[in-house]
């Protein structure tokens, strides 16, 4: 969807870009947004996603804090209750 976005401001000439290499860098980023959106723990041990997650993220716009945030938010149900069950 935002690839088609972009296309359509190129033509229009709304939107210009230097180069091809900075148009797909920042499509990149995107689409590293989009996945990691997408991404949910399921039956994956902690360390596997927290893993995947570390993969999307390299080179997606996402901070630090933001990442500890959407890891905290998609661990699985169960072991989230557990960990504020100990506090």
């Known amino acids: 969807m935002r690839r088609k976005n972009i296309l359509e401001d190129l033509k229009a000439e709304i939107l210009e870009y230097v180069t091809i290499e900075e148009f797909c860098r920042e499509d990149n980023k995107t689409m590293k947004v989009v996945e990691l959106k997408k991404i949910k723990q399921r039956s994956r041990t902690m360390?596997?996603?927290?893993?995947?997650?570390?993969?999307?993220?390299?080179?997606s716009k996402y901070k630090e804090r933001s990442l500890v945030e959407k890891f905290k938010r998609e661990i699985n149900r169960v072991i989230r209750r557990k960990f504020i069950e100990v506090k």
């Open 47 to 59: 360390e596997k996603f927290a893993q995947e997650l570390r993969r999307v993220a390299r080179g």
